[in-house]
């Protein structure tokens, strides 16, 4: 068997000021921006190397706005990464060192909380195995 995560909804109360947010202050790739039917918008984005699209939208979830958490973006050098989101006015926490393994934080316009984690090194890797 075989499967793959490709897309995940976030649920948002405002599309057009959470699709600036994604593609201007992250960096996403605008896929897509449709209305396949009446109230229903789909705008897909992907971050930048990813295999996985979010999707924010009209009438397509029940969630909440605001009420998603832990969606983690794993990046090869978070201290470089979060320097450029910052720059682009983004609002990323400081790095933290968990144990070898580094995290900072973000929240979108309506409060989903999204994970950023720097790759883990091998020697962490390894150690973990044992």
Request: proline share 6%; net charge negative.
């Amino acid at each position: 068997m075989h499967m793959r995560l490709e897309v995940v909804q976030v649920p948002v109360s405002d599309v057009d000021g959470s699709k600036a947010f994604y593609t201007e202050k992250l960096g996403f790739v605008l896929d897509h921006d449709v209305e396949y039917i009446p109230g229903m918008r789909v705008v897909q984005l992907t971050p930048p190397g990813s295999a996985t699209s979010v999707v924010i939208g009209t009438g397509m979830t029940t969630m909440t706005p605001g009420s998603l958490e832990g969606l983690q973006l794993v990046v090869p050098d978070i201290n470089e990464v979060r320097t450029e989101l910052v720059s682009r006015g983004a609002d990323i926490s400081e790095v933290q060192d968990l144990g070898g393994v580094l995290f900072a934080y973000f929240s979108d316009p309506d409060g989903n909380r999204w994970v950023m984690q720097g790759e883990t090194p091998q020697v962490v890797r390894d150690a973990h195995k044992s």
